[in-house]
T-cell receptor, first 117, second 110 residues
Framework: GENVEQHPSTLSVQEGDSAVIKCTYS??????FPWYKQELGKGPQLIID?????GEKKDQRIAVTLNKTAKHFSLHITETQPEDSAVYFC????????????????FGTGTQLKVEL | DGGITQSPKYLFRKEGQNVTLSCEQN?????MYWYRQDPGQGLRLIYY???????QKGDIAEGYSVSREKKESFPLTVTSAQKNPTAFYLC?????????FGSGTRLTVV
C-alpha cells in the first residue's frame, strides 16, 4: 500500500518568513495530493490540493509543488502570519475515477507549524 | 449549511464497555471514513464505506465495528476488544476532491 512520509515534524518561523513542508510517497500510481490544516481541537480542513497532471498550484500565500519523478510534493506558505500556526498534514491517493466512491487517502504524520511574533 | 457532524465532542468509557460515536453528513457524499488520531502518529484509517450497506476495514480495524444503513450516517462502535481506545476520532466524507472532516470526538477510558 501507499506510504507517505512528512518532514519536519515541527517547524518554527518568524512572522513574515516562508515555511516549507515536504512529503514523499511510495506508490507511483498515486495521482491526488491534498494538504490539510488542523487547528487545536478541530477536524482537519482542506487548504489546497494538486493532481499528478500539474506541477504547481498556487492560492494566495499558499502553493504546492509536485515532482512525480522523485515522488515528492511540498507545501509552501509565504508571508506567514500567527493564524497560520497549526498542524499541517499531507496525503496521497490513487483516485482512478472511482464512481461515487471517493478516495482512500494515506496521510503523513503531520507538521506542527508555529509562527512566532 | 452542508457539513458533517460528529457527536459527542467528548466521551468517557469505562473499561469493558462498548461505546458508539455518531457521524452524520448532509453533503450527499457516497463515501465515508473513520480515522483515529494519536499524538505524533497522524491519521490512521479504521474503516471506510464507499456505498450504503458496504464497508471495508482500514489499517487498524481490530476492536472497532461500523454500520452503513443510510447514506447520511456512519456510526463507529469502539468495543471492549480495543485495548487502547483513548484517542481523537475523526469522521470524514468525500468524493474525488478530498475529504470534509467532522470536528472529532475525544474518547477517554476511565
Amino acid at each position: 500500500g501507499e506510504n507517505v512520509e512528512q518532514h519536519p515534524s515541527t517547524l518554527s518561523v518568524q512572522e513574515g518568513d516562508s515555511a516549507v513542508i515536504k512529503c514523499t510517497y511510495s506508490d507511483s500510481a498515486s495521482n491526488y495530493f491534498p494538504w490539510y490544516k488542523q487547528e487545536l481541537g478541530k477536524g482537519p480542513q482542506l487548504i489546497i490540493d494538486i493532481r499528478s497532471n500539474v506541477g504547481e498550484k498556487k492560492d494566495q500565500r499558499i502553493a504546492v509543488t509536485l515532482n512525480k519523478t522523485a515522488k515528492h510534493f511540498s507545501l509552501h506558505i509565504t508571508e506567514t502570519q500567527p493564524e497560520d500556526s497549526a498542524v499541517y498534514f499531507c496525503a496521497a491517493s490513487n483516485s482512478r475515477g472511482l464512481t461515487g466512491g471517493g478516495n482512500k487517502l494515506t496521510f503523513g504524520t503531520g507538521t506542527q507549524l508555529k509562527v512566532e511574533l | 449549511d452542508g457539513g458533517i457532524t460528529q457527536s459527542p465532542k467528548y466521551l468517557f468509557r469505562k473499561e469493558g464497555q462498548n461505546v458508539t460515536l455518531s457521524c452524520e453528513q448532509n453533503l450527499n457524499h457516497d463515501a465515508m471514513y473513520w480515522y483515529r488520531q494519536d499524538p505524533g502518529q497522524g491519521l490512521r484509517l479504521i474503516y471506510y464505506s464507499q456505498i450504503v450497506n458496504d464497508f471495508q476495514k482500514g489499517d487498524i480495524a481490530e476492536g472497532y465495528s461500523v454500520s452503513r444503513e443510510k447514506k447520511e450516517s456512519f456510526p463507529l462502535t469502539v468495543t471492549s476488544a480495543q485495548k487502547n481506545p483513548t484517542a481523537f476520532y475523526l469522521c470524514a466524507s468525500g468524493r474525488l476532491d478530498g475529504y470534509t472532516f467532522g470536528s472529532g470526538t475525544r474518547l477517554t477510558v476511565v
